[in-house]
């Protein structure tokens, strides 16, 4: 184990000394200390015993003795029989396959099959395993740490007395949610399906629409104390082979102690943490994620959220909708058109009231001007607090909607809305107007389909409210030039976040702001990651407590090649 460290970190030897190099923490061992290091590293990875009985109590130890714990001990033949135990966690495993194809197997073993058979072979564990069982995939396992976490996932352990190795059954099973409907993501037309919490379930239902040779699918393991499944999938040929890779490492790269959703791992490697705007995609749709696998993007599944991550992310992506190519292409352009106009009026449609109505009065006709200031005669607030209060107002019935009880949550959020709204215009606080265009901000909100891509825009929106409270539309005008110059400067694992805009391609076009039709997009698919400058480097990652090293663009012009994973500078 020369050359890893208790947590498998890299190290490499400088001047008698060894470093501990992961860019967080850094520590010195003389020789001797390595060497000690490392006999007592070999001893922390503990094997099984030929001794029933000791691993019995061992496991049941390890677990704390948890009822949940079916220890079912068997003997195998008739004359002199053998014995041994099948293990399993009650609720994880299908009881009816642990049942009927592995005790089952091992009590149909005879006298007979054993004379015969073991005479051949002299070896009883490869007997079961490869003539007995009658089951789909089983292995030997002889770790003591891999035997635990194959019971911990729901597969049965079979251990027989005399022999040091375990044979490891896939018997997952258990209670899970069965596909259903759509919960946010809803469309029109299209399919209804969409992914649940089981990662088996929703690789299914990718290999379902893509039926090809070519769909590459990698499984990892994250998280020291959850060991969370997470499925990597692509398309060869259709993914760039550095996009593939840099996403691997990252995985790789994270140390954390769970993952519990899809966000942990968003957050963990995406490219700019300080940013309002996701550059990764997430989708509850298994047709959005086969789409976007056809266009060269890679999709990550993680166990236990229906929630899949997409990149890389675009600006225009989180604008497009399962139902845009459902549709006919003319209506999916108003569609598109009229979201693009949402999101502008989303950030700033109260911010250019409070410009006109604060600064620039002679912008606004003479009759509108004079029922404005009337309205605003016994209003005691200027129109930038109106604002603030009418939308922090607005945020918190939102947010209520959303934690309430569904059957009531819609109905306090709209009668709650009305109810508040009539009630400030009556007492004069706020105006009628100021009512209208925050409510109308608030529907607009909702015509995104990309719900992260509606916050970055509801926190977007308060920037410019201070910002047209202090300078008017020349506030607004320098807050759009810093927001396009921030969005410019973004990439999405190298992939500029403004494409096709920004560098323009002729393409991108054809599907970023309007949806043309499906014969002049071309049948054949361009992957949009191929078209990149380079690839970023990643981050980093340690504890995810620490702060994150920046990421890097690889320069084209020096063709620096990709580090691979553990791969860091000697100091």
């Not at 509850?284 to 789409?291: F, K, L, Y």
């Not at 497009?320 to 209506?331: K, L």
């Not at 702001?513 to 071309?522: D, M, Q, S, T, Y």
Request: net charge negative; with cysteine; glycine share 8%.
């Amino acid at each position: 184990m020369e050359g890893i460290t208790e947590n498998n970190t890299p190290k490499i030897e400088k001047g008698g000394a060894l470093l501990n190099i992961n860019g967080i923490n850094r520590r010195n061992k003389s020789a001797k200390e390595q060497q000690g290091a490392s006999v007592h590293e070999d001893t922390r990875i503990p094997r099984l015993t030929d001794d029933l009985d000791q691993t019995l109590d061992q496991i049941d130890n390890e677990l704390g003795h948890s009822p949940d714990l079916k220890i079912r001990q068997v003997k195998i033949g008739g004359e002199s029989p053998v014995q041994a135990a099948v293990i399993h966690l009650n609720g994880l495993v299908n009881k009816e396959t642990v049942d009927e194809f592995v005790i089952g197997s091992l009590l149909g073993i005879t006298d007979e099959m054993l004379k015969e058979n073991i005479s051949a072979t002299n070896d009883l564990k490869e007997f079961v395993l490869n003539r007995a069982l009658e089951i789909g995939q089983a292995q030997l396992q002889e770790e003591w740490n891999e035997v635990l976490l194959a019971i911990l996932s729901g597969k049965t352990v079979i251990l027989i007395e005399g022999y040091d190795s375990a044979i490891v059954c896939e018997t997952e099973g258990g209670e899970a949610r069965s596909v259903s409907e759509p919960s946010t993501q809803l469309v029109v037309r299209g399919p209804k399906d969409s992914f649940v919490e089981s990662v088996a379930t929703n690789i299914s239902l990718i290999r379902r629409r893509i039926k090809s040779s070519k769909l590459r699918l990698e499984h990892l393991k994250i998280g020291k104390v959850t060991h969370t499944d997470v499925a990597l999938m692509y398309i060869k040929d259709n993914a760039d082979e550095k996009l593939v890779e840099e996403v691997r490492n990252r995985l790789q790269q994270i140390n954390v102690d769970a993952i519990m959703e899809s966000g942990y791992i968003e957050e963990l490697i995406q490219d700019k943490t300080f940013t309002p705007f996701p550059t990764i995609n997430n989708s509850e749709r298994p047709d959005v994620a086969a789409t976007n696998l056809l266009e060269g993007r890679v999709v990550i599944i993680i166990d236990g959220t229906p929630f899949v991550l997409i990149l890389p992310a675009v600006f225009t992506l989180f604008f497009q909708s399962a139902s845009d190519y459902a549709q006919r292409f003319d209506i999916a352009i108003l569609m598109r058109l009229v979201r693009y106009i949402s999101f502008i009026v989303l950030i700033l449609g109260p911010s250019v009231y409070i410009a006109l109505t604060t600064y620039h009065y002679e912008m606004i006709p003479t009759t509108l001007l004079i029922n404005l200031l009337s309205q605003r005669e016994n209003v005691p607030f200027p129109a930038f607090v109106e604002a603030i209060l009418m939308e922090g107002a607005f945020e918190i019935i939102r947010e209520a909607g959303v934690r309430m009880p569904r059957a009531v949550g819609q109905t306090v959020s709209v009668v709650g809305a009305l109810i508040l709204g009539q009630a400030v215009v009556e007492a004069g606080i706020i105006t009628p107007v100021m009512v209208i265009v925050v409510a109308l901000t608030g529907i607009a909100s909702f015509a995104i389909p990309a719900y992260n891509m509606a916050i970055a825009g509801r926190i977007i929106r308060f920037g410019f409210l201070v910002l047209a409270g202090m300078f008017g539309f020349y506030g607004i005008t320098l807050g759009l030039i810093v927001l396009l110059a921030h969005m410019n400067s973004l990439r999405s694992f190298g992939v500029p976040y403004l494409s096709p805009i920004v560098p323009i391609s002729s393409h991108g076009q054809k599907d970023a702001f309007l949806r043309l039709p499906l014969w002049a997009l071309r049948t054949e698919q361009v992957s949009t990651t191929k078209r990149q400058e380079g690839i970023s480097e990643g981050k980093k990652i340690s504890t995810g407590h620490e702060q994150n090293i920046s990421p890097k663009i690889l320069e084209k012009s020096t063709g620096a090649e990709h580090p691979k994973k553990g791969a860091q500078d000697e100091e």
